[in-house]
């Protein structure tokens, strides 16, 4: 069985920053994408940003220049730094990692983190 923990969200003012771990453990062979979302009160779940396993990168426009994703291979982590964080930014913020098991399977399976809040003061 795989585990996602997530850590390092918070409460903080407008301009500050913040920075999101999630380490997967268990059962774990390989890791393809590695990605953050993010889910505020009334809205649906929308993808923050996306890195593969050879380090390419994806941000939504809202956060393009802000956040930086990263990811530690050797430690099956993935990273979000939040700079010059928005009240807009609020949300609970998910991680989510496609993973295989073992090496006589083709597929890889996704799995969430159990979200972590982000609360960004005016």
């Known amino acids: 069985q795989v585990q996602l923990v997530e850590s390092g969200g918070g409460l903080v003012q407008a301009g500050g920053s913040l920075r999101l771990s999630c380490a997967a453990s268990g059962r774990i062979f390989a890791i393809n994408l590695m990605g953050w979302y993010r889910q505020a009160p009334g809205n649906q779940r929308e993808l923050v940003a996306t890195?593969?396993?050879?380090?390419?990168?994806n941000y939504a426009d809202s956060v393009k220049g802000r956040f930086t994703i990263s990811r530690d291979n050797a430690k099956n982590t993935v990273f979000l730094q939040m700079n010059s964080l928005k009240p807009e930014d609020t949300a609970v913020y998910y991680c989510?990692?496609?993973?295989?098991?073992?090496?006589?399977?083709?597929?890889?399976?996704?799995?969430w983190g159990q979200g972590t809040q982000v609360t960004v003061s005016s």
């Open positions: 890195i593969s396993s050879d380090g390419r990168t």
């Open positions: 989510r990692q496609e993973i295989k098991a073992s090496g006589y399977v083709i597929a890889f399976n996704t799995y």
